[in-house]
Structure formats: structure tokens, C-alpha cells
């Protein structure tokens, strides 16, 4: 069964600091990678995508990539209190359009 | 780009009725659509995968005749909940994916709707 694995925090950061998101995956055959931000009462927003090992960056996000360790991460640099969501990662396997969940790590940035 | 509206965005509701959620790609083709369902404080729940102008697959649990997709165009899929009770009270979300010229990769993108707030009383 593919699963995706969230902490599922909270976790809280100081505004200005690196919040780091992880996530790990069991399906090997899994292709590409998703970040998605949900507000409380809202429906989740792309953040982002990413297909290939390393480093992705848009921004203040970077989405890092290690398909041999099947580990996903976020990181957004200069935390702001506008950052504070859940944050859910979600993979997608070679071929299929659904995407498997996790559960989602909730954000909180302290003023 | 990549704009998925849905409406109503909040629905209240007798119990024993049927309510109907529309699902809408604005600016790109959606060759499939997905529904899902969220508890509060809990994850997203897939309920079923529409692909346009073919019969909706269903997740294990969910009953199709009582949620009834239509999937008419590359456009627009909706979701009746019917014969509503006060346990199908959530948010229901609908996704999309499809192609956007010059955007990014979409085969495997979905793009979320704002969501519809089902309330049965």
C-alpha cells in the first residue's frame, strides 16, 4: 500500500527562521512530488512540484528531492505568521494521476 | 492559470434532500477530475476519479449511488450528494488536472477548488 508520512507537528519557528517540512514515501515506483499549503477552513494551494533529485527553488520555498532515500522536503526560508498552515505532501506514481496524501504537518510561525 | 472554481461555496441543507456541487476548470482542459471529502481536523479523503465523458471510479467506502458524479465536458464535473443526512456535513473539494499551455508540467498536477461547506441539518 503507497504511503506518504508526515510529522504531524505542530511545528512552531520563530518569524524570520528556516521552517523545515519532511516527508517520506514507501512506493519506490513514485515519480513526482507535490507541496501543497492548506489554511484552516480553505482547500489546499500548489506550493510546489518536483521531479528530479535535488533542488528545487521558487522563492522563499525550496523542495529538495532524494528518490533513493524516498524523502521529500520543504523548506521556507524567512518565516512569516502568513505561513502558518498545514502543510501536505503528496506523490504521484509513474503513469497515474492520483496522488497519495499525507497527513499534513501544521505550521505555526510565532511573531 | 490553473483556476478550478467550484460553487456552491457553502451549502445548507434539509436532511433528506439532494444537494448538487459543481466543479469547474476555467483556463484549461481537465481530462480528470477528482472529488474529495475532509473532516475537520482531518486529511483529504479521495471519494472517486472522474475521467470526462466515462463512468467515475470510486474509492472503497464510498457509496456511488448516493454520490453521484456526472463528468459532461472537458470542464465541468459535478457531485450530488443525495438524499443528504447530517453525517455527510463536510468539505467537499474537488481537484483538477489537465494540460495548461506554457505552464508547468500537468499530467500529474492537480489544481484544487476553494472547496464547498456542506452543512445537513
Known amino acids: 500500500q503507497k504511503e506518504v508520512e508526515q510529522n504531524s507537528g505542530p511545528l512552531s519557528v520563530p518569524e524570520g527562521a528556516i521552517a523545515s517540512l519532511n516527508c517520506t514515501y514507501s512506493?519506490?515506483?513514485?515519480?513526482?512530488f507535490f507541496w501543497y499549503r492548506q489554511y484552516s477552513g480553505k482547500s489546499p494551494e500548489l506550493i510546489m512540484s518536483?521531479?528530479?533529485?535535488g533542488d528545487k527553488e521558487d522563492g522563499r520555498f525550496t523542495a529538495q528531492l532524494n528518490k533513493a532515500s524516498q524523502y521529500v522536503s520543504l523548506l521556507i526560508r524567512d518565516s512569516q505568521p502568513s505561513d502558518s498552515a498545514t502543510y501536505l505532501c503528496?506523490?504521484?506514481?509513474?503513469?497515474?494521476?492520483?496522488?497519495?496524501f499525507g497527513k499534513g504537518t501544521k505550521l505555526s510561525v510565532i511573531p | 492559470g490553473a483556476v478550478v472554481s467550484q460553487h456552491p461555496s457553502r451549502v445548507i441543507c434539509k436532511s433528506g434532500t439532494s444537494v448538487k456541487i459543481e466543479c469547474r476548470s476555467l483556463?484549461?482542459?481537465?481530462?480528470?477530475m477528482f472529488w474529495y471529502r475532509q473532516f475537520p481536523k482531518k486529511s483529504l479523503m479521495l471519494m472517486a476519479t472522474?475521467?470526462?465523458?466515462?463512468?467515475?471510479?470510486?474509492e472503497q467506502g464510498v457509496e456511488k449511488d448516493k454520490f453521484l458524479i456526472n463528468h459532461a465536458s472537458l470542464t465541468l464535473s459535478t457531485l450530488t450528494v443525495t438524499s443528504a443526512h447530517p453525517e455527510d456535513s463536510s468539505f467537499y473539494i474537488c481537484?483538477?488536472?489537465?494540460?495548461?499551455?506554457?505552464?508547468?508540467?500537468?499530467?500529474?498536477?492537480?489544481?484544487f477548488g476553494p472547496g464547498t461547506r456542506l452543512t445537513v441539518l
Open positions: 481537484s483538477a488536472r489537465g494540460r495548461i499551455a506554457g505552464g508547468p508540467r500537468v499530467a500529474d498536477t492537480q489544481y
Open positions: 512506493d519506490r515506483g513514485s515519480q513526482s
Open positions: 518536483i521531479y528530479s533529485n
Open positions: 503528496a506523490g504521484a506514481g509513474a503513469g497515474s494521476y492520483q496522488l497519495t
Open positions: 483556463d484549461f482542459q481537465a481530462t480528470t
Open positions: 472522474s475521467n470526462e465523458g466515462s463512468k467515475a471510479t470510486y
